[in-house]
């Protein structure tokens, strides 16, 4: 079955380590992104790639970086720079990142990956 | 900018009792509209989506109606079961520029 695999699902870090999740797809969609879920509040785009080698900063980049070396992959690095690691991270992908409104792209969500700082 | 308001939980009701969960957006233009649907310890799924104004999505007895007139997308179900216990958020946009609500959390009790 087609979907997107995150790995770890748990991962605990000690301050000043940076940590990657994984993100892999194989529904053969252009578009990835990564979000950021915490208590009460709605996702938050941290980045998204519209193609291979290419990718754009979201709403709350700091701290972040990412790679998108294949088309199914794209990791994301949470590095110690970022202040307040702790949290719910959300991969998702779809068909294409345009912005037309058509609503052809739905996003399919990963199963998430929780992260603590210790 | 875009925003998705929508009612803070958490909403508890007594299984087969009818839900409305409201949305209201602000967007340039007619966005797409979307519900998903968390279940604990998981992602968001799509629960259904409308495209344009009165249009009406629609799916495992939810539904919701695309009023330009009241910029909302009102989720309802006429009888929730103990399963339908989730988070639900309303959505709009598309692609890079997908503005989500804060979520709401629906509890369903026997």
């Known amino acids: 079955d087609g979907g997107i695999t995150q790995s770890p699902k748990y991962l605990f870090r000690k301050e000043g380590q940076n940590v990657t999740l994984s993100c892999e797809q194989n529904?053969?969609?252009?578009?990835m992104y990564w979000y950021r879920q915490d208590p009460g509040q709605g996702l938050r785009l941290i980045y998204y790639?519209?193609?291979?080698?290419?990718?754009q900063k979201g709403d709350i980049a700091e701290g972040y970086s990412v790679s998108r070396e294949k088309k199914e992959s794209f990791p994301l690095t949470v590095t110690s720079a970022q202040k307040n690691p702790t949290a719910f991270y959300l991969c998702?992908?779809?068909?294409?990142?345009?912005?037309?409104?058509?609503?052809?792209?739905?996003?399919?969500f990963g199963a998430g990956s929780r992260l603590t700082v210790l | 900018g875009n925003s998705v308001t929508q009612m803070e939980g958490p909403v508890t009701l007594s299984e087969e009792a009818f839900l409305t969960i409201n949305c209201t957006y602000t967007?340039?233009?007619?966005?797409?509209l979307f519900w998903y649907v968390q279940y604990p310890g998981e992602g968001l799924q799509l629960l259904l989506k409308a495209t344009k104004a009165d249009d009406k999505g629609s799916n495992k007895g939810f539904e919701a109606t695309y009023r330009k007139e009241t910029t909302s997308f009102h989720l309802e179900k006429g009888s929730v079961q103990v399963s339908d216990s989730a988070v639900y958020f309303c959505a709009g946009g598309g692609g890079n520029k997908l503005t989500f609500g804060t979520g709401t959390q629906l509890k369903v009790e026997l």
């Open positions: 998702a992908s779809s068909i294409s990142s345009g912005q037309d409104f058509s609503g052809a792209n739905v996003l399919t």
């Open positions: 529904l053969n969609h252009d578009a």
């Open positions: 967007a340039t233009g007619y966005p797409s």
């Open positions: 790639s519209q193609i291979v080698n290419d990718f």
